[in-house]
């Protein structure tokens, strides 16, 4: 049962006194003053000097989804709006927070999930730890990634045969990548020993002519190269 409490102020504005509908009077930061009769509200000039105070306001208590405990606020409450208190908070593995890289690769979300779809998931923004002149990181909460994953995909099969599928193109492309190269080194390798085989000619001569009495001469038959000689 809750008292209805009234604020007088007095003409000479020298003191603040509450004074409730039962014969009680509490007086703000001095000390307690004699009972004034609730009929006192009631007597002029004071009666257009009372004004109802503001209600009580009572806290709304958040629940602990881990714990079942009523907590204010949190650091996923705050963030992420997820409703884990501090106490709970398991940084390394259930509220891990992952990279927006991570959760488009791990989860095959595209940038419309993340930041288009309602909800729009929330982050928070640090710096790249590996170094610092790098662009800022963007970091979800892995709990909220696989949710709106399963929302996408529609059940965690479905995302596993999709990845699945993901992967095997990418091997079939690793692969056709790998061929491509095994084929370059082939030809380059044929080019050349083709090159080394036509720099390293033998001439092939044909039958030796008598130029000049001891002086003779032969005619490559391939490259038309002429070998000219003395006999004795």
Partial sequence: MGLHLYCIVLENFDRVKLVCNV???ILVKIPVIPILDARFYHCSPFKKYFFPLAPVLEFDYLICGD??????DS??????DWATCDNCRDVEDKHKLITRTEAKEEYLLKDCDLDKREPVLRFIVKKNPHNSRWGEMKLYLKLQV???SLEVWGSEEALQE????RRDSREKMKQKKFDKKVKEL?????SSLWKKEASIHEHEYGPEENIDEDTYKKTCTVCGHELTYEKM
Avoid at 67 to 72: A, D, L, P, Q, S
Avoid at 75 to 80: D, E
């Fill in 162 to 165: 999709a990845k699945e599928l």
């Fill in 67 to 72: 714990c079942g405990k009523e907590f204010m």
């Fill in 146 to 148: 696989i949710k709106r």
């Fill in 75 to 80: 650091y996923l409450m705050q963030h992420f």
């Fill in 23 to 25: 014969p009680l009077c």
């Fill in 186 to 190: 082939r030809r380059a390798v044929r």
